[in-house]
């Protein structure tokens, strides 16, 4: 299995100050962000989000609330993503749309230490890039 992160450039020039170590065995495609979620279309992904566990509820109304992204980060990091159901992370995916999870890409690949981080940072490239194809058909 090939191991791969679709990065914007910016992303691409954090990873690239990363030790060798964790960015070997990784392969690099380029990523650009040209559809994106309106401010409205995420409220009406917040408003139609039906979240079974009250953490994910938490969240996805954090970053609804937020006033920066710090704001959402001091919730973020204490927020244990393997604890909830597949169902549950994906609609929070989609309520947080792709501008928010790059902001977390660039956080998190700013403070990747070893090669489970890039792990978990590829397969939020991943969601992301899905999300990203939706929009450009939706908007096509």
């Given at each position: 299995?090939?191991?791969?992160?679709?990065?914007?450039?910016?992303?691409?020039?954090?990873?690239?100050?990363?030790?060798v170590?964790?960015r070997?065995?990784?392969?690099?495609?380029?990523?650009?962000?040209?559809?994106?979620?309106?401010?409205?279309?995420l409220?009406?992904?917040?408003?139609?989000?039906?979240?079974?566990?009250?953490?994910?509820?938490?969240?996805?109304?954090s970053?609804?609330?937020?006033?920066?992204?710090?704001?959402?980060?001091?919730?973020?990091?204490?927020?244990?993503?393997?604890e909830?159901?597949?169902?549950?992370?994906?609609?929070?995916?989609?309520?947080?749309?792709?501008?928010?999870?790059?902001?977390?890409?660039?956080?998190?690949?700013?403070?990747?230490?070893?090669?489970?981080?890039?792990?978990?940072?590829?397969?939020?490239?991943?969601?992301?890039?899905?999300?990203?194809?939706?929009?450009?058909?939706?908007?096509?």
């Amino acid at each position: 299995m090939e191991n791969n992160l679709s990065l914007t450039a910016s992303e691409r020039k954090t990873f690239a100050s990363l030790p060798v170590a964790i960015r070997e065995g990784w392969t690099v495609n380029d990523f650009s962000i040209t559809h994106t979620e309106s401010p409205e279309e995420l409220y009406l992904r917040y408003r139609m989000a039906r979240f079974e566990d009250p953490a994910y509820a938490a969240l996805a109304a954090s970053v609804h609330n937020a006033k920066s992204p710090d704001d959402f980060l001091r919730v973020a990091e204490k927020f244990q993503f393997h604890e909830g159901a597949i169902d549950q992370l994906s609609e929070l995916f989609f309520v947080l749309g792709t501008n928010v999870l790059s902001g977390i890409v660039a956080y998190l690949l700013k403070n990747a230490k070893d090669d489970e981080d890039i792990e978990g940072i590829a397969a939020l490239t991943t969601v992301r890039r899905f999300l990203h194809e939706s929009n450009a058909e939706f908007v096509s």
